[in-house]
C-alpha cells in the first residue's frame, strides 16, 4: 500500500544527476547528527529504501541515528484492517537490523513513528500494542494525519483529513491513549491548522506532542506570492503553541512542493547558503519562541532530495546556526530528538553498531 496521492500536485523524484552538479565541502563534518525525520517507501516515481538512505548518510555529515515516520510503507495486505499498518513497524524494524549487520554509521530507525487510526478512540491500545510488540526497542511514537485546507478540498498532494479531527472525542480520546502508552504524536498538519494543534495539546498536557515540518506553510494555490502574509499569521499561531510546554518542533520540510518549492526546476540545485538564507527567518523564529530544547532539524528525504541533496541541508541547517551556543547546536541536531524519541547514542551504544 503506497501513500495515498491526490490533488494536482505530486512529490517531484529526486534526480541524482542534478543534484550531482553542486558539491560542498561538510561544515562542522565531527558533530553527531540525530536526523529526526525521514521515510522509507517504494512509491512508483520516487523509491527509497535502505540502500538510498546509507548513501545519503555516507555523504559527510556524522549521523548518528535515524527517526524513521510512517509512509504507508510494507502494510501488512491481510489481516483485521486496523492492523495492517503495524506491517511498516515491522518492516522498519527489519531495516534497522539489516542497517546494523551491514555497518552502516547510522543507527537507522533507532526510533520509528507509525500510524494507527486514533479515531478508533480507547480502542486504538490494541494497535498500538501491536506496534510495541514489533519492534520493542525502538517503536515510539504515532502520527495520523489531520492535513486539509478549505483551498484544497480533493488535497493538496496527500487525501485530505476530515475537518476538525483534532477537536473530535474520539480523536482525543485516541491522544489520550498515546499519552497512557507514554509515546509521542507527530502531528501533521498545514500552517492554517495550528491553532487546532494548540486547542489539543492544552487539552491534553501528559501528551508529548512533535509538529512536523515547522507546520508546514503552504505556499501554492491562493497563498503563491502572499508569502509575507502567511508568514505573519504562521508566526502568530506559533506563539500560542510554544506557550504549550509539551510541543517541540521539527525543523525542516522546507523542499516540500506544497510549501512553494521550486528549486527543482532551475537548471542547477541550490547551495547551503542560499538555502540558509531563504530558512533563516522560519528556524529562527522557531528556536526563539521554543527554544532549541523543543527544537530538532530533520531531514524530510525523500521528499526534500527533490530540491537539494542530504549533505547540502544539513550544511544549511549548520550556516543558520553558525551563531548558536555548543549547547544549543547539540540540542538542535541531536539533543531534543534523542529526549523526545528516547534514542540511546551513548559511547557504549554507538560502539556496538555493525556487531
Known amino acids: 500500500m503506497g501513500l495515498e496521492i491526490t490533488g494536482r500536485y505530486r512529490y517531484p523524484p529526486p534526480r541524482n544527476d542534478w543534484l550531482a552538479q553542486h558539491t560542498e565541502e561538510i561544515i562542522d563534518p565531527s558533530r553527531p547528527i540525530i536526523d529526526s525525520h525521514h521515510h522509507i517507501w517504494t512509491e ?19 549521523l548518528v541515528a535515524s527517526v524513521a515516520v510512517q509512509a ?35 543507527d537507522t530507525g533507532a526510533a ?39 483551498h484544497f478540498p480533493e488535497g493538496i498532494v496527500l487525501r485530505p483529513a476530515p475537518a476538525g479531527m ?15 502508552f507514554g509515546l509521542t504524536y507527530d502531528a501533521m498538519l498545514y500552517h492554517r491548522q495550528i491553532p487546532e494543534l494548540t ?14 515540518h515547522i507546520g508546514c506553510i503552504i505556499g501554492v494555490g491562493p497563498y503563491e506570492g502572499k508569502e509575507s502574509d502567511s508568514f505573519q499569521y504562521w508566526r502568530r499561531a506559533m506563539q500560542d503553541l ?30 547551503s547558503d542560499e538555502l540558509a538564507q531563504a ?21 524530510n ?35 531534543t530528538a534523542a529526549r523526545i524519541y528516547r534514542i540511546d547514542i551513548s559511547p557504549s551504544s554507538l560502539s556496538t553498531k555493525g556487531t
Not at 86 to 105: D, F, K
Not at 166 to 180: K, P, W
Not at 199 to 212: C, F, G, K, R, Y
Open 44 to 62: 512508483s516515481q520516487n523509491q527509497y529504501l535502505l540502500d538510498d538512505f546509507a548513501d545519503d548518510v555516507n555523504s559527510g555529515h556524522n
Open 72 to 106: 504507508h510503507y510494507g502494510y501488512r495486505t491481510e489481516g483485521p484492517e486496523a492492523l495492517r499498518c503495524v506491517g511498516e513497524t515491522e518492516e522498519l524494524a527489519a531495516i534497522r537490523i539489516a542497517a546494523r549487520s551491514r555497518g552502516i554509521a547510522a
Open 112 to 150: 520509528i513513528v507509525a500510524f494507527a487510526d486514533l479515531m478508533m478512540a480507547d480502542r486504538v491500545a490494541s494497535v498500538i500494542e501491536a506496534h510495541i510488540a514489533a519492534a520493542p526497542a525502538s517503536f515510539r511514537g504515532i502520527r495520523h494525519s489531520v492535513s486539509r485546507d478549505p
Open 166 to 180: 483534532l477537536a473530535e472525542d474520539r480523536y482525543r480520546a485516541g491522544l489520550a491513549t498515546v499519552a497512557g
Open 199 to 212: 486547542a489539543a495539546a492544552n487539552a491534553l498536557p501528559e501528551l508529548q506532542v512533535v509538529l512536523d
Open 242 to 271: 510554544a506557550q504549550c510546554p509539551n510541543v517541540s518542533v521539527k525543523l525542516g520540510g522546507f523542499g516540500m512542493i506544497i510549501c512553494g518549492a521550486k528549486w527543482h526546476e532551475r537548471p542547477r540545485p541550490p547551495g
Open 279 to 299: 530558512w533563516r527567518p522560519y528556524i529562527e523564529n522557531c528556536i526563539e519562541l521554543f527554544g532549541a530544547d523543543r527544537c530538532m532539524f530533520e531531514s
Open 301 to 335: 528525504f525523500p521528499v526534500d532530495k527533490a530540491m537539494y541533496s542530504y549533505a547540502v541541508v544539513w550544511n544549511a541547517f549548520k550556516r543558520v546556526t553558525l551563531g548558536a551556543s555548543e549547547a544549543e547546536k547539540d540540542s538542535l541536531f541531536r539533543g
